[in-house]
């Protein structure tokens, strides 16, 4: 099978539409930095409030806890959402969902749970959280 000229501008054209709207949702991404300060000593638990990020405050080893994000479809149609970790505290924080559709009008509450080891250095672990949205098309 020979390819044309023209199959090879429609692959192109096609391929650049997939890229433009990859990079459209890694930028449009909710992105939630992720941070624990790991402090030597038995239940301590200081809590940082914050809204704008996945902040674990001061958390001694044998220790843990859970932030909430919650997530709302104001859309007509259905989304495919994915959530990744990144960093080295990723490997500390349990998701409850990180592959779901949400539905028009929906609202989820995505818990980020985490679990300090006795094994944990004491330091300041750091990384992010990133939730992708695509449309539901099919």
């Known amino acids: 099978m020979k390819i044309t000229n023209k199959s090879k501008l429609i692959f192109a054209v096609i391929g650049l539409m997939v890229i433009f709207i990859i990079a459209v949702q890694i930028i449009n991404a909710v992105k939630y930095k992720m941070v624990v300060n790991v402090k030597e000593g038995e239940n301590i638990m200081g809590v940082n409030p914050l809204a704008d990020k996945l902040d674990f405050g001061d958390l001694s080893r044998n220790n843990g806890m859970t932030r909430y994000v919650t997530l709302k479809s104001n859309g007509s ?3 495919f959402a994915a959530v990744l970790k990144f960093g080295e505290i990723s490997d500390l924080v349990k998701l409850d969902k990180n592959y779901f559709v949400l539905k028009p009008n929906e609202e989820i509450k995505l818990a980020f749970e985490i679990n300090i080891p006795p094994s944990a250095q004491t330091k300041k672990y750091s990384g ?11």
Do not use: Q
Not at 130 to 136: D, E, G, H, Q, S
């Open 77 to 79: 149609v259905s989304t």
């Open 128 to 138: 992010w959280a990133v939730i992708f949205r695509l449309p539901k098309i099919f």
